[in-house]
Structures are given as C-alpha cells and as structure tokens.
C-alpha cells in the first residue's frame, strides 16, 4: 500500500502569506494526486486534482504542482476564509485510496 | 446541480449491521465511480470503499474487508454501504462522493453533508 506523509501536521500564518503544505508518497504515483480541503463541521472539498488541475470554482491563489512521490499545496496570499484542515489523497493504480493525515491552517 | 444525501445512520450494537444509503441527483449515478470516505471523530479522513460506474469493479480499505459492501442501483440513482460485524473503531461519520470518471481510480469531486454511525454497547 502506497503511505501519504503530510508535513506540516499544523500551521499559523498571516493573512497574505504564502502558504506551503507537502504530501510525500512512499512509493512513485506519477501525477494521481488530488488536494482537499475541510472546514470545521463541513465535507471536504476538493480543490486540486491530477497534481495541478485546480477544480472549477476554486480560487486561483490555490495551486498544486509535483509529480511522482513528491508534491506540494501552495496558497499564494492566505485569506481568512482558508482556514481548514486540507488533506492529500492518492488515487494511483492500486487500493486503498489513501489520505494523507491533514495539515491544520490557521490564521495567526 | 450536483447533490448527494446519505442515510441510514445512528446508533449500533458492536457485531450489528447497519445500511447506509446515499441518493443522487441533478446527474445519472451511471457514469461515475463512487466512494465512500469515513472520519472518525477528531480524526483524518479514512478512504473506505469504491465502486466503478456499472459495479464490475469494488475495492476496500483492509479495515473494513470482509465486513462491508458496497453496491449501486443505477436505476435509483442510489449507492448503498452495507456494514456487518460492526466494532466500535466503526465509529465515524460516513461520506459518500463521486468520482470525476467512470473509473474507480479517480478524486472524490463531490460529497454529501455525511452521516454518523455510533457503535456502542
């Protein structure tokens, strides 16, 4: 089973700031990677998908980019409003779909 | 527009079953693999099961193998989780979502508001 190691597990910043979460996969999954983000109380959202396609609808400050076991979230000026917790999951040949453990965003 | 509603949770006894229900609507359920995601409270996401769009394919998470079901009626626009043997670590609020393909390998790109299954004595 492919492991999904998310860093930072949590993280305060500004708003404005650019934000970087990564998500390293335990074995390569070429571009099968999606970025979802959860609000507290709500279903999560996706907001990436295929490493770096954003999802219709979703700010353009949010972009994916990597490829094989190595890929990054990154919000280019940080809003109140993206305040979550925001999840990497893999969805390459094999089951399980695996989430990675979430990073908590917060807004310092 | 897209919508996903489940149902069939609430309270259950450790080695019990229960059967989640999940209707679709404003697309046809036929032409997506769908999921279904659990999270336990406090907790991370878990990926429980998926089915591809006609059901000839269905994978699960090791947690769950051999306990749980997933299903679909195309023809109700409904996807179903059957969940036999229930434990207590079954405790979480359960997520239906549609893939963005046909295929099973693919993201969750719409979800339900979930439903809460409590496994208790």
């Known amino acids: 089973d492919v492991q999904m190691t998310q860093s930072p597990s949590s993280l305060s910043a500004s708003v404005g700031d650019r934000v970087t979460i990564t998500c390293r996969a335990s074995q390569r999954i070429s571009n099968f990677l999606a970025w979802y983000q959860q609000k507290p109380g709500k279903a999560p959202k996706v907001l990436i998908y295929a490493a770096s396609t954003l999802q219709s609808g979703v700010p353009f400050r949010f972009s994916g980019s990597g490829s094989g076991t190595d890929f990054t979230l990154t919000i280019s000026s940080l809003q109140p409003e993206d305040v979550a917790t925001y999840y990497c999951q893999e969805y390459n040949s094999a089951p399980p779909l695996t989430f990675g453990g979430g990073t908590k965003v917060e807004i310092k | ?121």
Not at chain 2, 7 to 30: D, E, H, I, K, N
Not at chain 2, 73 to 100: F, H, I, W
């Open chain 2, 1 to 121: 527009q897209v919508q996903l509603v489940e149902s069939g949770g609430g309270v259950a006894q450790p080695g019990t079953s229960l059967r989640l229900s999940c209707v679709a609507s404003g697309f046809s359920l036929t032409y997506y693999g769908m999921h279904w995601v659990r999270q336990a409270p406090g907790k991370g996401l878990e990926w429980v099961a998926v089915i591809s769009y006609d059901g000839s394919n269905r994978y699960y998470a090791d947690s769950v193998k051999g306990r749980f079901s997933i299903s679909r009626d195309n023809s109700k626009n409904t996807l179903y989780l059957q969940m036999s043997s229930l434990r207590p670590e079954d405790t979480a609020v359960y997520y239906c979502a549609k893939g963005n393909s046909a295929s099973w390998a693919a993201p969750a790109v719409d979800w339900g508001q979930g439903t809460l299954v409590t496994v208790s004595s």
